[in-house]
């Protein structure tokens, strides 16, 4: 999030950001919902927006009345504490309302959130709660950047989002990284916003480790599938086996063959695969199967984050959505490369609660402590992230099979 | 279709009729697919076009490009003797092409048509062709409609296609008329268009038998609910009791309890339920169900054709399309009344060749032959068949479990 | 059945017939299931007692008792009327009772439908049921060994039921035999049992028509397959293609390739196929294809029991259950072979309603009525059929993709 | 595991306790599986001898010839590495080889490992493998229990396994035990066997807490459900929401409402439910919406052992299988009771690798860790697990659905 002391502005700036990242679609691609795990973006925008209007508009004007009643219901997502919920796997079928009502729903929740921060410009409570609204666009403008891709993907013409940019063809050589691990803390520390999951801050005890020091390139992982990767289930996990058997998976997931080589779909189009750039889209199955074939394995989220805080810059450096680039470049010959953007980390760390977490009271209680069951944390943030939303002790998580998130791999040992 | 004498005219009316269909739509809701049965309104508009362009002009002009590549492609439904197909069920994630391109794609097609209309006016193949097409594009207005239907259906705003129209709140009482049976012919029989389905003319034996009046209306549906008939297998086939109780049934697929009573959800929105109105949208089980429950029993498309060859005016009166009331309306108190329009009526008669029925070789042979199992003929029309296109032994056709047509009831004994 | 006067000798006659099948398999045999469409040999067994049990002994003993209060539903197959019904796909979970205690289950109540039969040995609605429930029995002797068959050929040891027989080696040529169609009358006559669906009989009118003089034979399906048959949809039903996709058919049933030739399961374990013996166990979408590839077709039911009807023997001659050769046999050199007995043949004709048809009222309606949709009629008998069990106006009936039973291809054109 | 000197007698002793359990079951009961996630007793019977012949015998024997050549693939559980695996879910339509062969095949196999035991009394690698064995033994004698219980639980007749044991009726009230936390180690210690998922030994840092005296009782546990516990999704994991309405869950697997109480499907028999005696058959999602609704959370796997390490006895008192009783029964007034047999206790913890985790190479190497996803660590033994199998050590582990091993809640907070 931009550093600057005006709430109304960062309000409408991060507000913004989201509709900049609708004007290359038509109203058709905002509708369209390509997989259940996908919204469309034009859900993304509704969702977001009534996020703010239930959120603080519903408690604090004093004749509020929704925009439309309807929506309560519609952009709903997993909230039970507000009430009912349109299924997650029918966002696709809301051709009504249009993009262009949805557009006038953001534009009136705008209007009347900045008459509140104009009205009681210091109340904390006014303040965090549009904090985490803001926060929470963030993620989904992330999601609105994947979303889109995996409907794009779908289509056999493979439409570009955007105009591919100009690329180095190189990369680093791998090297390894030491920590000595010990007893150390991890958790957010400071005064500024972090998510409910990043708390308490808590010691744990490490045993020295060892981190690559760049992600793993698309060259390094067709390797891996050209030794036989994908047809011996000896690297896999008997779970990801199974997996790649019923989808039938032989390469990362928007990967194609072509001839003897590979291409990939990107948000610019369907291009020969660069061999330099960090493989992403891969799931944890495929993670876990690499590092295992490469003689080692993936990181822990804490030694990741015991790793990353030494190394944390503010602002953070990074290729982040605000790049523009939409997919992760090569690494830059830094000691430690990428931690942070270009694409999230595959941990080996079930997404669980910190000990002495305490899930908040209300509706606002199921952001997060809900999901912590059969998900996996991933960290760094990605080229879909956008700038100033992350953080080191940051915890994303998805099942070990999604691969539609810009997720790629580190090494430890 | 309109009796004239102009192939051009005829040609570009029937598919203008296509366009006006859509003029009350959003390009939103022409793109989605709310199930794999039904498809989006862009769909069917590209792929009647496709239809033109494959079948007519990719033979008949001499340096034929097609309007573009991977359209033969994406509007292939079901003809696998012209190669790929996108699958049926991801025809709603083609939110590229837009429905603009699609309609420059119309524009396209039609003027190299007319051209060829021009150029060759009297050839019979040509013309045979066109006419099929013609027909083709018929079917798929009515389909158009049955599709959005569904898809506003599937919207909790329940979203009006169209205005409603005044209806009539009484139906007469339902009658029974005699017919002697014996030995008789069925089929198409003239000079006129007709399907191959419908050929050869034939003889049947039929018992002497009675057809209602008119077809069953919801009031007398309704009736059939509260006397239990959801409740008791006792009338049900048993694959359709399984399927009432795997799909959960307990009325028709767009009526709605509202306290005591039922709404309707009809292309004018969700209305209160007309009692006097034909009840549609019910599966062949439902059909066969009620007609067990008032002991009496479906007709068989020969019998429902014999007595319809009889009463056959030219051109055929009822409710098409055409009179823009999109909903079946109640009977007039003809001897026989809603023969043609208002609802197409299941028969108990499996979708079967005629003896003697030869498929085409090539592409147009997989029209209707290949379809010829494990479906239930329907006969008559609906008030969402265009005026022009039925005839009394049009045979429609479809599964026993499908219900997002106009399908109603006529009872015979 | 065997034409005895006496009924007591003909019931144990048969009922023995069903233990006889049951000789050579052992209770773990006897008690799984191996697909939802199979039941256990034991519950066979069982249920063919419950159906004497429930429909004769339960309303003629004055202090009727069951054998077993929980029988009542565990043997219950379909009949609503009956109450509840132990859940199909689960029979194969009741390990108790054991195979003994369903012998004794059969004992007890044979003894008691002796008594029956002593003390009222005129009684024609004694008489009348037991003959139903005989019937009954004989069907599900058939089903037994089709239901053994298909578990066995799920163990990859692939045990043997029974011995081989030697067999020709030879098939006669196929020739045409020519019927001169025209009005003819089809359905039971006579005083003989029929089923209901039997009735009544009534006219038809065929076109002239020609029948096969023989099964097609492994050999003939085997070029069929050669020749690309599964692998090009022209000679398909759409809905068989799409069986065929899903399925992953490359030819009939309990076909294996091995080396260049093909290896066939059968009661008598896994062997060389024999080219002259009949095609077995291919579905309707199968029978189908290899019609139309062949430039032929399938026949109408009513064509069958035509010619059927003008060759029938008393009593029929054909390869039936009772001479333990468990598979059908190559053909004689007869003018029309293998009408009765061998294998079922598919028909064109789905299962439905003859004119006038009427359902009976109870539990026993529920025999036959209630599943004349989405099922397809097969004629003739099997190599599994009790002799004396069948007619030339039997109605067997299967859905399309069924394969487990011995069903063969007679062509038509 | 009986604290014997002589390796044959000890091994000797543990193969009889398989068969021991065996001995109430009919061949039929030996032969089913009534779901994929259980087998059948014959296939335990059969697996666990496959461990010995492929694992000791078929690297020893000089001319080693297995005892059936199919037994190789029949009785494969998930070894990649030894070949070909009969596929699980198919493993009850194996009805040959019958029990009697099976039971063939241990007494052969048995003969030739005792004759290795002969002739290499003192051979290291031998004997750690015949332990191994051993120990693998002893978990599938455990399943082999929970998986007739679910299978008998199908059955509508509710049979028992074995008779039922007079139990106390009341438990002590449950209080909390105070643990200091601080780093501390977890993992196996000592020369006696353990698995590899149980190394290494290593440091964790653990916060204060506190330990429930006793498993949770099925009187708590009902006054969840009489709470509202499961209608309300305020107590749930997401996913365990989304799991309770699929699979329609209103209480725990083999309860079953009567009248205004429960009964409860045990080993011995539907009886009464007993509220002094522990829940089991809880899912981890149940565990964990208990313990959210009663202001408490679930121990992590290092608390439990932890905590168990300091009360472990030698040998281990507990409710074991040996005591015959094949159900948990009321805790006694112990300062910290039922932490070894009775119930496995679902922890927080995510079953993953211990630091410095390494794989062993080749097939045995798959025995636990390529399992280390999606599953969650239970601790502590259960009244079916063997007496002497387990330890404070000890890593057992299920996915959060699964509900039919005995699984119980102890609390933490």
């Known amino acids: 999030m931009p550093p600057t002391r005006d709430p109304i502005s960062t309000y409408q700036t991060i507000r913004q950001q989201s509709l900049a990242l609708t004007v290359r679609l038509s109203a058709e691609d905002c509708c369209v919902q390509s997989m259940p795990d996908a919204s469309p973006s034009k859900w993304h925008l509704g969702h977001t927006t009534w996020f703010f209007e239930t959120f603080v508009l519903?408690?604090?004007?004093?004749?509020?009345?929704?925009?439309?009643?309807?929506?309560?219901?519609?952009?709903?997502?997993?909230?039970?504490?507000?009430?009912?919920?349109h299924p997650r796997p029918r966002r696709g079928l809301l051709t009504r309302p249009g993009l262009?009502?949805?557009?006038?729903?953001?534009?009136?929740?705008?209007?009347?959130?900045?008459?509140?921060?104009?009205?009681?410009?210091?109340?904390?409570?006014?303040?965090?709660?549009?904090?985490?609204?803001q926060h929470h666009e963030q993620q989904h403008q992330e999601l609105l950047l994947?979303?889109?891709?995996?409907?794009?993907?779908?289509?056999?013409?493979?439409p570009a989002y955007?105009?591919?940019?100009?690329?180095?063809?190189?990369?680093p050589a791998l090297t390894w990284l030491d920590f000595p691990g010990g007893l150390s803390e991890i958790g957010h520390v400071g005064n500024r916003f972090c998510y409910d999951n990043e708390l308490p801050r808590h010691c744990v005890y490490l045993e020295p480790y060892q981190l690559a020091s760049r992600l793993i390139s698309n060259g390094e992982y067709a390797e891996f599938i050209t030794a036989g990767g994908y047809a011996d289930p000896?690297?896999?996990?008997?779970?990801?086996?199974?997996?790649?058997?019923?989808?039938?998976?032989?390469?990362?997931?928007?990967?194609?063959r072509h001839g003897n080589g590979w291409l990939e779909f990107t948000l610019t189009g369907l291009n020969p695969l660069v061999a330099a750039q960090p493989v992403v889209h891969v799931s944890l199955y495929e993670a876990d199967a690499y590092a295992r074939w490469a003689g080692a394995r993936l990181p822990s989220e804490a030694e990741w984050e015991n790793a990353?805080?030494?190394?944390?810059?503010?602002?953070?450096?990074?290729?982040?959505?605000?790049?523009?680039?939409?997919?992760p470049r090569p690494a830059r010959p830094d000691a430690m490369a990428q931690l942070f953007g270009d694409a999230w980390e595959w941990t080996q760390s079930s997404y669980s609660a910190y000990p002495g977490f305490a899930i908040a009271p209300g509706a606002i209680g199921e952001y997060n402590g809900k999901f912590m069951i059969n998900q996996y944390v991933l960290r760094g943030g990605s080229c879909a992230?956008?700038?100033?939303?992350?953080?080191?002790?940051?915890r994303n998580f998805f099942p070990a099979a999604s691969c539609w998130q810009f997720s790629g791999i580190r090494l430890a040992r």
């Open 234 to 256: 000896e690297y896999w996990l008997a779970e990801g086996w199974d997996w790649r058997i019923a989808e039938q998976r032989e390469h990362p997931l928007y990967w194609h």
């Open 162 to 171: 955007a105009n591919a940019m100009p690329s180095t063809e190189t990369t």
């Open 308 to 327: 990353a805080a030494q190394m944390q810059a503010d602002p953070l450096a990074g290729h982040f959505a605000n790049s523009q680039a939409f997919h």
């Open 385 to 394: 992230t956008p700038l100033g939303h992350i953080r080191a002790s940051y």
């Open 58 to 85: 519903e408690s604090r004007e004093p004749d509020f009345k929704p925009f439309h009643p309807a929506f309560r219901v519609l952009f709903n997502s997993y909230y039970n504490a507000v009430g009912d919920k």
């Open 100 to 133: 262009d009502e949805v557009l006038a729903y953001r534009a009136d929740v705008d209007r009347r959130i900045c008459q509140q921060l104009t009205t009681s410009p210091d109340d904390p409570a006014l303040l965090a709660l549009i904090e985490l609204g």
């Open 146 to 158: 994947t979303d889109i891709k995996h409907l794009l993907s779908c289509n056999p013409l493979f």
